[in-house]
Structures are given as structure tokens and as C-alpha cells.
């Protein structure tokens, strides 16, 4: 038996999320089993365990993007018993079950190896909140935005992939500025590296087709107004990244930032992202993060505590990261 948070809909109980017993018997199809140790809550999971969004794709279903653990069996010529891996995305979580549970069945396709840099609980503090915070950063560097280009805006900032994003570009030169609806964040952000904090309010409502030029590049996680603001006061040629819809799946913008200005909108996939890139933003994630500033950008939680903690990430009453270690 092994413990899991099951997500069910019916017509007798309507959308309900509860930790339960599981047996071998419900595990799904895969080549590789895994014996989970961390697993994480990220946006998408708090709108799968509140119902709040249409992520669960059947039912029952595990909710959980990111699992960390260990090998218990394996089909697959890439992983044999005993390795550590990771898993980011790929749907699991949505329509194959997920890392909120003690084990998961896989393909091996899906699972990299775990750095050897971070320990399965760090791994998981960066999850795929920080994994495609990198993702962001790297783009931002292919399209040619230097630290000498100018300041760098992340929005959503005390958020997971907002915090992760703001230590990785401070650490790597770039003058940041953090974004946040929460003014109490202002000690914690300028802790992982941020310059300055601006409110989100100044990006949250409707506005100009084009205003007053000012960031080099940016990392957005909000969409809707915030993206649109964000893309109409960035600098010529400057380049802006997105990766989440917080605010929104709406972009209510013009083309005017982009044929007047050059400016580069650049979307960023974690999901099904090839294993190529995966292996890459690991790689970077190993140098390019200050892992002393995992401890305060996350916090742990037990598997029992998954569900009221989704209620109150979806509430906006967490900053940063949480980890799930599955096995208290």
C-alpha cells in the first residue's frame, strides 16, 4: 500500500481531493517505477486539488507536476534500479498520475537523472517553478539580453517561478526588478537579489499601446494586462518571456511594441519541453542558482497538508516554493 492525494469527480460527490490508500494494482501504465521522496505544490496543482481550473484531464487522477525519488523497477535502457531522478511536466499530474503520492509508475522518456548537485528536496524547492524560470533566463540570453542592456522586470515575483527567476538573474549580473502585489515580500525579494520592488498595480490594469520605455528584457508569469503593459514598456530591441497565465489566458495588447519597437515576445513551454533542454536548464540551474537561497525561497509540508496548502496558494497566501515530502 503507499499513500496519495486522489482527485475524483462524480456525480454523487461532485470534485473532491482527498489523501487515500493506494495498492500496486493503481498504478498506471509506465517502464519505469519510482519510489517518490519529494514531490512539490506548483500553480497548476492548486488548481487541481481546488478545482479552480480545468487541469485534471480524467479521473481519479494524482495530482503533482514534479516528483523526485528513487528507481524501484525499470524497463527502460536509460534508468535501472537505485538511480535518483526527477520528473518535470509532461502532463503528469493531468491525465497520467502524478508525484503527490508515496509511489509513480512513468515512461522513462519522461525522467532525467537527478544533478548531483542538489539533494531530491532541493531539486524539488526548484521544481518546475525554477526549472522554467531558467528556461526563461536562457531564452533571454539567446535573444542577446546582457546585463549591461539594462534592468530586467520579473512579475508575479514572489511567486515560485518569480522568486527562482529573480536569484538565478542576480546572481548572473542583471539589475532586477521585482514585481508583487505584496509590499510585505519588499525584504524577502531584495534578499534574493532585487534592485527594486515595484507594485503590480502599475501593470495590472488596462493601458497605453505603448509607454515610456524602460526594461531590457523580462520574465512574465501573470499574462493578460500585466504581459501587455510589461511588452508596451519595454525598451527597443529589449526582450520579454512568458510563461504564465496568473492574471489570465488573455492578451489584450497591440502590435505596437513589436513593429515599432522591435520588441521580442518570447513563450516558454515547461511542459513538453524536449529532454535536450531539460538536461540544459538543469545543467545551468547546478551554477547559475545560489543554492543557499532555496531555504528561504521555499518551505516543507507533509502529504496530509497538500490539500488545505492548494487552498491557500490559490489564495495568494504563499511565497516561494513548496515542497511535499510524501512520506510524513
Not at 535518483?84 to 509513480?104: D, Y
Not at 524577502?188 to 515595484?198: P, R
Not at 497591440?254 to 515576445?265: D, E, H, K, Q
Not at 515547461?270 to 543557499?292: E, G, I
Request: charged fraction near 20%; hydrophobic fraction near 45%; include cysteine.
Amino acid at each position: 500500500m503507499y499513500k496519495a492525494i486522489v482527485i475524483n469527480k462524480t456525480e454523487a460527490e461532485g470534485y473532491t481531493a482527498h489523501q487515500m490508500d493506494l495498492d500496486d494494482g493503481d498504478l498506471p501504465e509506465g517502464d519505469v517505477t519510482v519510489k517518490v521522496a519529494y514531490s512539490t505544490l506548483n500553480y497548476k496543482d492548486g488548481l487541481a486539488i481546488t478545482g479552480k481550473g480545468p487541469v485534471v484531464r480524467k479521473f481519479p487522477m494524482v495530482p503533482g507536476i514534479d516528483l523526485a525519488g528513487t528507481v524501484m523497477s525499470s524497463t527502460h535502457a536509460d534508468f535501472k534500479v537505485g538511480d535518483a531522478v526527477l520528473l518535470n511536466g509532461w502532463g503528469v499530474g493531468e491525465g497520467h498520475p502524478g508525484g503527490l503520492a508515496q509511489k509513480a509508475r512513468l515512461k522513462g522518456d519522461w525522467l532525467v537523472p537527478l544533478p548531483v548537485a542538489f539533494k531530491p528536496e532541493q531539486a524539488m524547492a526548484i521544481g518546475t517553478a525554477g526549472y522554467t524560470a531558467m528556461l526563461c533566463v536562457m531564452a533571454l540570453e539567446r535573444q542577446g539580453v546582457t546585463p549591461d542592456k539594462g534592468e530586467i522586470l520579473v512579475t508575479g515575483a514572489a511567486g515560485g517561478v518569480g522568486s527562482v527567476a529573480v536569484a538565478i538573474l542576480a546572481k548572473l549580473g542583471y539589475t532586477v526588478v521585482a514585481s508583487t502585489g505584496r509590499p510585505s515580500e519588499g525584504e524577502y525579494l531584495k534578499t534574493l537579489g532585487a534592485a527594486e520592488i515595484v507594485d503590480r498595480a502599475q501593470f495590472s490594469e488596462p493601458g497605453r499601446p505603448l509607454g515610456k520605455e524602460r526594461w531590457a528584457g523580462a520574465v512574465d508569469t501573470v499574462g493578460s494586462h500585466t504581459l501587455a503593459n510589461v511588452c508596451a514598456t519595454t525598451k527597443y530591441r529589449g526582450v520579454v518571456t512568458c510563461c504564465g497565465l496568473a492574471q489570465g489566458m488573455d492578451f489584450p495588447a497591440t502590435v505596437a511594441p513589436f513593429i515599432l519597437r522591435g520588441v521580442t515576445l518570447v513563450g516558454i513551454d515547461s511542459v513538453m519541453a524536449p529532454k535536450a533542454d531539460r538536461l540544459a536548464a538543469w545543467s545551468r540551474l547546478a551554477t547559475d542558482l545560489d543554492v543557499s537561497k532555496l531555504e528561504l525561497i521555499t518551505h516543507q509540508i507533509g502529504l496530509s497538508e497538500a490539500i488545505d496548502t492548494a487552498d491557500e496558494l490559490m489564495a495568494g497566501k504563499i511565497r516561494g516554493r513548496v515542497v511535499v515530502d510524501v512520506n510524513r
